[in-house]
């Protein structure tokens, strides 16, 4: 899509955006979406059209008050997109001093789950992933990303109203939660 705010090719306007997003819906099942290339008008359109978004933030100081500013702008936007948002805490070097579980609840107040992506060489290094170099943490933890990320989608899909995961009313509750 020529989304980089018109400098390459036609800029992308919401209704082009939405023909778009439509199509591609008929043949994947995931379609994913870098806002941050998008005019404002499309990426707000794109933030609030989606079953589920991620936002992927460096585990800094900065980068945690960056994305609670984000995640307080799409609350404004509409209180139903939080519990189907997920944020991931990215570590680009292996030591860091940030306190994860302190993020992790700062960021999580309105409904957004935060996991981590642990420091990985491969990643570090830039470029395109190779799965296979990946370490043990980061295979896991995007394992981790997918599922609760698909979860959530299925969650706004499937059971309006409720926050993700939880069981319809009256329904057994799932021992494997």
């Keep these: 899509m020529p989304g980089s705010q018109g ?78 948002t997920a944020v991931v805490l990215t570590h680009a070097t292996p030591d860091t001093t940030l306190d994860a579980a302190d993020a992790a609840r700062y960021l999580e107040s309105g409904g957004a789950r935060v996991l981590t992506l642990p420091y990985d060489r491969h990643l570090a290094a830039g470029g395109a992933v190779r799965t296979g170099l990946l370490g043990q943490g980061a295979r896991e933890a995007s394992a981790r990303l997918a599922a609760t990320v698909m979860d959530r989608a299925a969650a706004r899909a499937t059971r309006p109203g409720r926050a993700p995961g939880t069981p319809p009313p009256g329904a ?5 939660r």
């Design 7 to 84: 400098s390459v090719g036609a800029r992308l306007d919401v209704e082009t955006y939405r023909v778009l997003m439509t199509s591609l819906r008929r043949y994947f099942g995931t379609t994913v979406v870098d806002c941050e290339t998008l005019p404002a008008e499309v990426a707000r359109t794109a933030l609030t059209t989606t079953h589920a978004r991620v936002l992927v933030s460096p585990a800094t100081v900065e980068g945690v008050a960056a994305t609670r500013t984000v995640l307080d702008w799409i609350d404004g936007l509409h209180r139903a997109l939080l519990p189907t």
């Design 172 to 176: 057994a509750p799932d021992p494997g």
